[in-house]
């Protein structure tokens, strides 16, 4: 049994992309992506927005393309996988986190 593991994920970009080179010279480009979820609050009836923030990762020439040519602030819609990571800090705390490995993405010009 196969299992999908894929996203899709519209939103803003809460930074300017970072685009880096790992020491073998692949470039993974990282995106920070705001999105809201909006619903209405049963006991109160009024709407309510829900906000999620993401880290994106992308590689390659799709992540040269990025950094080219979005900003802060830019809309866009990212289609890609998601990735746990889990590491222990310096004190012994262990943490967790899960990001998007993004294989698209696309600028949207709804609001341009």
């Known amino acids: 049994?196969?299992?999908?593991?894929?996203?899709?994920i519209t939103g803003n970009l809460t930074r300017d992309p970072e685009l880096?080179?790992?020491p073998n010279g692949a470039a993974p480009c990282e995106l920070g992506l705001?999105?809201?979820?909006?619903?209405?609050?049963?006991?109160t009836q009024e709407w309510e927005e829900e906000p999620g923030f993401y880290?994106?990762?992308v590689w390659a020439e799709l992540a040269e393309n990025c950094?080219?040519?979005l900003t802060k602030g830019n809309r866009v819609?990212?289609?890609?996988?998601?990735?746990y990571r889990a590491w222990e800090t310096e004190d012994g705390?262990?943490?967790?986190?899960?990001?998007i490995v993004a294989d698209d993405v696309a600028a949207s010009v709804r609001w341009a």
């Open 1 to 8: 049994m196969s299992i999908d593991n894929t996203v899709t």
């Open 20 to 22: 880096k080179y790992t």
């Open 34 to 43: 705001a999105c809201s979820r909006r619903g209405r609050n049963r006991q």
């Open 55 to 57: 880290d994106v990762t």
């Open 67 to 69: 950094a080219e040519s």
């Open 77 to 83: 819609t990212v289609t890609g996988r998601l990735q």
């Open 93 to 99: 705390q262990k943490r967790s986190k899960i990001d």
